[in-house]
């Protein structure tokens, strides 16, 4: 009889998953000795609507990438979803994302590339392990050529502003706030090559990860979205004074 009761009243452990991220405003970075921002959200709130324990840690993008590959309860945000990273993860979204380009300074009319093969003549900056060093790559960009990496994808922007870096590469939600940081705002810029080919943000999950938790996390993530929630989000997140 004991027993019967013990087994009765024993908690019931929630599947538990390890999420990784990057500093990547205002999609996520550290606020408070908290993990905070748009992508952030979305996500901590399909955990607990999906009642999961899930636990947040911040690296850079790279020691992030690697840890979720190797982790079997581990999962990636805001992970770019392509032809090349598919079968590498299971996916949910789509998270928070806008357009991404090349762009150049106003001021620096002779950086004038039209396209990726104009664009290996100048300097463009990409984080380590990140989907555009890899894209880049695939299309004949080299380091030490027209590549330099960095730890952080917004780690460009201090050096593309003093004219260190050509091209800078961001999106149409995020750009204004990196420049926010440094006192400019996205008249000082203007866009040149698009890369919305690259793919749009998801939360990666490793293929260890149970497809009824995936399958969870997807139904969570929908509700968010029909509720009205994540329109509050955005309105809390996407606003050029975040850091």
């Known amino acids: 009889m004991s027993s019967l009761l013990l087994a009765i009243s024993a908690p019931v452990f929630a599947e538990q998953l390890h999420l990784y991220t990057e500093h990547f405003p205002p999609y996520s970075y550290v606020e408070a000795d908290t993990i905070a921002g748009l992508n ?39 992970t770019s979803r392509n032809a090349l990273r598919e079968p590498m993860f299971k996916w949910v979204g789509p998270l928070a994302h806008s357009k991404a380009n090349m762009y150049r300074l106003k001021t620096r009319p002779e950086v004038n590339p039209t396209n990726l093969q104009d664009a290996k003549r100048y300097v463009i900056a990409v984080a380590r392990g ?42 149409e939600l995020i750009l204004p706030i990196w420049l926010a940081r440094y006192d400019q705002t996205i008249d000082v810029v203007e866009p040149l090559i698009d890369l919305s080919v690259v793919g749009a943000n998801y939360l990666a999950l490793n293929p260890a990860v149970p497809d009824g938790v ?20 955005s309105q809390k997140y996407l606003t050029p004074h975040q850091p």
């Open 40 to 78: 952030t959200e979305l996500v901590r709130r399909s955990c607990v609507k999906a009642q999961l324990q899930c636990h947040f840690q911040l690296y850079p993008w790279l020691r992030a990438y690697e840890t979720a590959i190797k982790d079997p309860h581990g999962a990636l945000y805001s």
């Open 130 to 171: 990140d989907v555009y060093e890899l894209y880049l790559q695939s299309q004949g960009f080299e380091h030490g050529v027209n590549l330099l990496a960095l730890a952080a994808k917004a780690d460009a922007v201090g050096l593309f502003l003093q004219g260190k870096v050509d091209l800078l590469i961001g999106s």
């Open 214 to 233: 995936v399958q969870k996390l997807q139904v969570a993530l929908d509700e968010i979205y029909a509720s009205g929630e994540y329109l509050q989000l």
